[in-house]
T-cell receptor, first 112, second 114 residues
Framework: GQNIDQPTEMTATEGAIVQINCTYQ??????LFWYQQHAGEAPTFLSYNVLDGLEEKGRFSSFLSRSKGYSYLLLKELQMKDSASYLC?????????????FGTGTRLTVIP | KAGVTQTPRYLIKTRGQQVTLSCSPISGHRSVSWYQQTPGQGLQFLFE???????NKGNFPGRFSGRQFSNSRSEMNVSTLELGDSALYLC?????????????FGPGTRLTVT
C-alpha cells in the first residue's frame, strides 16, 4: 500500500521562506507531485519530480530524494495569496499513469 | 482553451437516492480521472477512464461507477447514497502523450447527502 505524511498546518510570515515536507512509503514509485488548492477551488499543478534533486520554478522549488522517500516544497518571498493547502501526491507503477495517491495536505497560512 | 467543466456544481440528495455527475475534459484530452475529497480523508482516487474504457479503479464500493463517452466526456454515478458520500467530487483530465504527466482538475461537484 501507500502512505503519505505531511504536516497538517503551517504558518509563515509574508516575505519569508517556508518549507513543506512530505514523506512517503510506497511499493513502486513513478513520480511525486505538488498541488496547490485554495479554499473552495480545484487543485492546481505546481511541480513534478521523478528524479532526485531540486526543480526550481520561480518562487517555488521542489526537492525529491527517492532513497529517503522524502520531498519538500519550498516557497520563497511568501505572499498573502500563497495561503492555501499544499497537496503532496505520488504516482506508482500499480496505479497507472493518471492516478495519484494524495496526502491529506498542508494548510499554509501566511500572516502579515 | 476551455478548462475542465463539471456539472452540477452543487447537489443535495437524501439517503438511498442515486446521483449522476458529469465531467467534460479539456478538448483533446482522452483521459479522465475522478477523485473524492473529504476533510478527513483528503483526495482519494475513484477511477480513471481512457478511450471509453475504465483503466484503473480505486478502493471504493461498487455503488460508485462511471463511464466515458466517445467525445471523452465522463459521468460518475453513485447509487444508494449514504451520509458518508457527502464530499467534493473532482474530475481531472490529461492528454495521453508520453510526457503528459500533468492533470488538470475541474472545479468539482459538492454533494451533500442528508
Amino acid at each position: 500500500g501507500q502512505n503519505i505524511d505531511q504536516p497538517t498546518e503551517m504558518t509563515a510570515t509574508e516575505g519569508a521562506i517556508v518549507q513543506i515536507n512530505c514523506t512517503y512509503q510506497t511499493s513502486g514509485f513513478n513520480g511525486l507531485f505538488w498541488y496547490q488548492q485554495h479554499a473552495g477551488e480545484a487543485p492546481t499543478f505546481l511541480s513534478y519530480n521523478v528524479l532526485d534533486g531540486l526543480e526550481e520554478k520561480g518562487r517555488f522549488s521542489s526537492f525529491l530524494s527517492r532513497s529517503k522517500g522524502y520531498s519538500y516544497l519550498l516557497l520563497k518571498e511568501l505572499q498573502m495569496k500563497d495561503s492555501a493547502s499544499y497537496l503532496c501526491a505520488v504516482r506508482t507503477d500499480q496505479t497507472g499513469a493518471n492516478n495519484l495517491f494524495f496526502g491529506t495536505g498542508t494548510r499554509l497560512t501566511v500572516i502579515p | 482553451k476551455a478548462g475542465v467543466t463539471q456539472t452540477p456544481r452543487y447537489l443535495i440528495k437524501t439517503r438511498g437516492q442515486q446521483v449522476t455527475l458529469s465531467c467534460s475534459p479539456i478538448s483533446g484530452h482522452r483521459s479522465v480521472s475522478w477523485y473524492q475529497q473529504t476533510p478527513g480523508q483528503g483526495l482519494q482516487f475513484l477511477f480513471e477512464y481512457f478511450s471509453e474504457t475504465q483503466r484503473n479503479k480505486g478502493n471504493f464500493p461498487g455503488r460508485f461507477s462511471g463511464r466515458q463517452f466517445s467525445n471523452s466526456r465522463s459521468e460518475m454515478n453513485v447509487s444508494t447514497l449514504e451520509l458518508g458520500d457527502s464530499a467534493l467530487y473532482l474530475c481531472a483530465s490529461r492528454s495521453a502523450g508520453g510526457s503528459a504527466y500533468e492533470q488538470y482538475f475541474g472545479p468539482g461537484t459538492r454533494l451533500t447527502v442528508t
